[in-house]
């Protein structure tokens, strides 16, 4: 089972070309499900959301995509942002904000963990609330226990081994306490622009770690000192490897692989 991870390709302020790079690399990795962990664009206009979604059909499918807190509009435009929050994104992307897919080998759900603002000063900050959460343990509590379980979610629960100063998703432990219920093996995001692939520590009755994918800007000029990138997930039953694919000369290629396997526990951990 092999997952395409793309991550803020913020249309609006995209390389020239890099997203005809990026689709030709994707295609031929023959993904089984491309997954767009949100950023589709850079201000939340309708017509980078349109291009956005033009790429998106473009590329192999099936693709499931949630989205990003720059896909909501901007600050700027404080009426639409309060009011009409979601209502070009439902329009033009998808009408559904937390999206489903399933095979008989995985289950993938979406998560929305953009906010539209409030009494505090960073906007681009997410959460995950309760409701939410009670929502993805509902949907784990029906699956068959043999299915990889996977979140896809834009804001990073965890910090890249190299630190940032931005902000980790708010109310962190009781997103980890549901996802250690839920049996989460792999959660997907990106926000950071930058990429690293860890276990993520999920305390509970019975601590277990699940694998975080975080993956760089697949195609804007918006770096965080790392080049465009985006992650291929080679996934069979017990064993994860995490490719990170990065922009250079001769395009997108492997610049580093990290593996995982999983005990019978449903914890993973990093393997040589
Ligand atoms: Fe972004
Ligand atoms: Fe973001």
């Not at 309060?82 to 904000?97: A, D, G, H, P, Q």
């Amino acid at each position: 089972m092999r997952l395409v991870h793309l991550s803020d390709l913020h249309f609006g302020a995209v390389e020239s070309g890099r997203p005809d790079s990026l689709r030709e690399a994707v295609e031929a990795l023959k993904p089984d499900l491309m997954v767009m962990s949100g950023d589709l664009s850079q201000r939340g206009t309708e017509e980078e959301l349109r291009e956005g979604k033009a790429f998106l059909d473009s590329l192999p499918q099936p693709l499931l995509v949630v989205p990003g807190n720059h896909d909501i509009p901007h600050g700027h435009h404080l009426w639409a942002r309060f009011n009409e929050t979601w209502k070009i994104y439902r329009e033009v992307v998808s009408e559904e904000l937390e999206p489903f897919w399933q095979n008989e080998e995985i289950a993938v759900i979406g998560v929305n963990s953009v906010r539209r603002g409030g009494w505090y000063l960073d906007w681009s900050r997410g959460h995950v609330s309760r409701s939410q959460l009670r929502r993805i343990e509902l949907w784990a509590a029906g699956l068959p226990e043999h299915l990889l379980r996977v979140m896809v979610v834009h804001h990073p629960p965890a910090a890249p081994p190299q630190g940032t100063r931005r902000h980790l998703m708010d109310k962190r432990r009781s997103l980890f306490t549901a996802l250690n219920r839920a049996g989460i093996d792999l959660m997907m995001c990106g926000h950071f622009h930058m990429s690293y692939a860890v276990p993520l520590a999920l305390p509970g009755m019975f601590s277990r770690s699940a694998v975080l994918s975080v993956t760089s800007t697949a195609t804007s000029h918006r770096l965080q000192g790392e080049p465009n990138g985006f992650h291929v997930i080679d996934v069979k039953s017990d064993w994860m490897e995490v490719q990170a694919w990065t922009w250079g000369e001769a395009g997108y290629a492997i610049s580093r692989e990290w593996r995982f396997a999983r005990d019978e526990n449903r914890n993973w951990a990093g393997v040589e």
